[in-house]
């Protein structure tokens, strides 16, 4: 069942979506060369806790950090660990606070030092693609719109888009109805109605659409071929006419 916040909820959902750009910020603010992730978790639990609001990947059913840190082939859900971010780098940070029992989920990805060009064009692509799908959003359209508008600009730049990980509805919960993929068919799948909140989250790769689970953390998802992957999200809302993004600096 997809829910349609109030608009006390959609108070909320506003102050909390505030909260994690300005998290995401932050934190993307320390990602340099010689860097440490960890210690990027640690700064991420103390900057949310001191704000009043919790860290929601935190025990998330057993996720042992703050936020995902994924670089290079990690498509998402990356354990932060204690190597040293490196030169020729990209790096997503993914946050999610907690504020006042509501969500907000955002996350970006960044270039250290320098790559080369096909690479900052997967970055560009991955960001564009984001955007496309947001751009698509308005009561009467569909899920299928959105993913139409990702996918076809993703492989018009011959990257793929990942479809085993989606975006998803969210609000008291991290993860609710509808799942949200980031390739579809015009018209087709769920119709979007004013007050649904929910995040567009695309993963794009340089190689394979496809990924494996570590097997041993049960958590880090990597490309199947080893290339590249960046992402970025964005929490929205329906609105009357079109959308509004919450996860936003300038709200
Ligand atoms: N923030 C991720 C998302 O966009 C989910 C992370 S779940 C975690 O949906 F447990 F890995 F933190
Ligand atoms: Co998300
Ligand atoms: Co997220």
């Not at 670089?71 to 990209?90: A, K, L, S």
């Not at 900052?120 to 496309?132: H, P, Q, S």
Request: hydrophobic share 40%; aromatic share 6%.
């Amino acid at each position: 069942m997809i829910s349609i916040k109030s608009a006390r909820e959609i108070k909320l959902m506003r102050a909390a979506g505030k909260l994690a750009a300005e998290c995401l910020q932050e934190m993307l603010a320390m990602v340099k060369p010689g860097a440490i992730p960890l210690e990027i978790d640690k700064a991420c639990y103390e900057w949310t806790k001191a704000r009043g609001a919790v860290p929601a990947p935190l025990n998330y059913h057993g996720f042992p950090n703050s936020l995902c840190v994924s670089v290079n082939h990690v498509v998402c859900h990356g354990i932060p660990t204690d190597r040293p971010f490196q030169d020729g780098d990209i790096v997503n940070l993914d946050v999610t606070p907690i504020l006042n029992g509501y969500h907000g989920d955002t996350n970006a990805t960044v270039i250290v030092g320098s790559v080369p060009d096909r690479v900052v064009e997967l970055v560009d692509t991955a960001k564009e693609g984001m955007w496309r799908g947001i751009r698509a959003v308005k009561p009467g359209a569909t899920l299928g719109d959105i993913g139409h508008a990702i996918q076809t600009f993703v492989e018009k730049k011959n990257f793929s888009v990942v479809v085993d990980y989606c975006g998803h509805g969210i609000g008291r919960e991290f993860h609710e109805d509808p799942m949200v993929v980031h390739v579809g068919k015009p018209g087709r799948g769920h119709v979007l109605r004013e007050g649904m909140t929910f995040t567009i989250e695309p993963m794009v790769n340089m190689g394979t659409s496809e990924t494996v689970l570590d097997k041993i953390d049960g958590w880090t998802v990597y490309t199947a071929d080893g290339q590249l992957s960046a992402q970025f999200e964005h929490t929205l809302l329906v609105t009357t006419y079109g959308v509004e993004v919450l996860t936003t600096l300038d709200a």
